[in-house]
């Protein structure tokens, strides 16, 4: 496992959490000894399949559970002890964003400004601006109930905005998002977090992880199993791949054998070859000079990067998108 | 508390109020359930024992006079156990965390409610009040008596959403509404609901006497039973019994709003 102490346990970090552990009445240890910290600024993706304990992390960190173990803070405040101040300090959007069909878009962010002591001009004019910043003022004085799935979570994230949190907590923000609507409020994540805002997102979604996190932790079974950059964390799926497709299928063999002194050789679909070493990229130029040498005509020679799905199979022995056996989150 | 404390407590509070009553303004029919029951009950209650009021010594000479006000209590009953039944659905929906996770304090998040489950009550016990007016007894107890029945069904409403709210939280699912109108229901029934305390007998007799719905009834049948003249004599009991329940089931609701761990 990659250490987060270097880049994250420093004194300023916005989120720690350490030794966490929640066991339910059933018995049931839905949360481990979870240890991380999140630094300021920072996204951090929390990974992991349905019921390795990612929603239980959140809404313990949300102040919604109470942890039956080891210690958490958000923006300097004790999650159990100081929890009306972690409120203050937060915005959370939940799994299947949970909208009153019975109001309207505007309706549902004014009183969630009043629930964050916005007075009700201010409530109004925040209103306004959010609708503005998701694209729902078309939509503003409809009530929920006709709203589509992206809709619903783009107005669940302007709600979670309302107070302009320091810290906001998104669990599984794109589940069941098509891949339009996902791309968009990808987009307004970036936006946020270049504005400053802290966020810790769950998913079950390697891609976004990928796309949108600083640092990633991968949970399984409650534990913290690999946590780290995605570029640390590919790592751990061992050196990064070169892919060389050959214009001759038939000089695969001879390729082969020109390139093993620049790492192991393997053999890929339609004479293409995969050679591993850790140099990457810079593998490239020494590579194509082999085969030009020994008159070896290249199509077309591609970078590999293990993604996150590499790495978790690796840390885990199973696909992300497989159910723990027993639901914990 | 400060003028700022003082003005989030109104507006988170008024905030949940509107919501909660969104549901009548945007729901056709949303008061009916709670507007028909009880009226079935007083016409349907009213066929069965309409000639009880023949009795020696029964208070008043008009048996739908003896009725109005405990349909009354049961349709203010009955909207505010709906308060509960909501806020199960609420907390299944996930709408509660939401609640849950802003920094309103915890006894605003039931009080918006409550305050609308009195206000939700008042429409089914005017409607029960007015339909009873037209099938005969007059307001015999004046204005007093019409302020005494008011008061008792809205702070009824009060208790039946408490009861509601405590048994929502626990609870946490939907299935807990029946059990939460059951509970109005045998309350409201373990009373003197449709005779008077000296016509009951056996174990009913034993148990109305400590049931604090009897003395909320006999509060609001100041207002149509010519027997039960208006008087403090006739109010203070009902007074305390609401007081009692009211203290006994917030304590428990805000008991129980403490320690969910949703």
Sequence with gaps: ?329 | MSTRGLAYTGGVGFALWRRSLLELARVRGGLLPTTVAPLIFLLGSLGQFGRLDQLVGFPTTSYIAWLVPLSCLQAAGFAGGATGANLARDIEAGWFDRLLSSPAPRPLLILGPVMAAMTRCIVPVTVIFIAGLLLGPGLTGGAYGLLMLYLAAISFSIVAALWGITLALRAKSQQVGPLIQNGVFIAVFLSTAYTPLPFLKGWLAVAAPYNPVTYVLQMGRQATVSGIEPSWAHTWPGLLALAAMMLFFGLLALRQLRRIDL
Excluded: C
């Design chain 1, 1 to 329: 496992m990659i250490s987060n102490q270097d880049s994250a346990a420093s004194a300023d970090a916005t989120i720690i959490v350490e030794g966490l552990e929640r066991v339910y009445s059933s018995g049931l240890r839905a949360v481990d000894g979870v240890d991380l910290a999140v630094a300021a600024g920072e996204i951090y993706g929390f990974l992991g399949p349905n019921g390795a304990g990612k929603s239980t992390t959140v809404r313990i960190l949300t102040t919604l559970l109470r942890p039956t173990g080891g210690h958490a803070s958000v923006a300097g405040f004790d999650v159990v002890k100081q929890a009306s101040q972690v409120r203050r300090s937060i915005g959370v959007a939940l799994q299947e964003a949970a909208l009153d069909p019975l109001m309207t878009g505007r309706e549902l962010l004014e009183l969630q400004g009043a629930l964050h002591g916005l007075r009700r001009a201010e409530s109004k004019l925040r209103a306004d601006e959010l609708l503005e910043r998701v694209d729902l003022v078309a939509a503003a004085d409809r009530l929920l109930n006709t709203y589509s799935g992206g809709m619903r979570r783009r107005l669940d994230l302007a709600m979670a905005l309302v107070h302009r949190p320091m810290v906001l907590f998104l669990d599984e923000p794109t589940t069941g998002l098509d891949p339009v609507s996902r791309s968009s409020l990808w987009t307004e994540l970036r936006k946020l977090n270049d504005e400053g805002t802290t966020i810790f997102l769950t998913t079950q979604y390697l891609e976004e992880a990928e796309q949108l996190a600083d640092r990633v932790g991968i949970i399984d079974h409650g534990k913290i199993v690999a946590e780290g950059t995605p570029q640390e964390l590919g790592r751990l799926v061992g050196e990064p791949g070169l892919y060389v497709k050959l214009i001759e299928q038939s000089e695969s063999g001879r390729a082969r054998d020109l390139l093993a002194v620049h790492g192991a050789v393997s053999d890929r679909e339609a004479g293409g070859l995969t050679i591993r070493t850790s140099l990457g990229a810079r593998a490239i130029a020494p590579i194509v000079r082999t085969l030009d040498e020994a008159q070896i005509e290249v199509d077309a020679v591609e970078v590999e990067e293990p993604t996150l799905d590499d790495v978790f199979i690796a840390v885990t022995g199973h696909r992300a998108d497989e159910d723990v056996t027993e639901d914990a989150s």
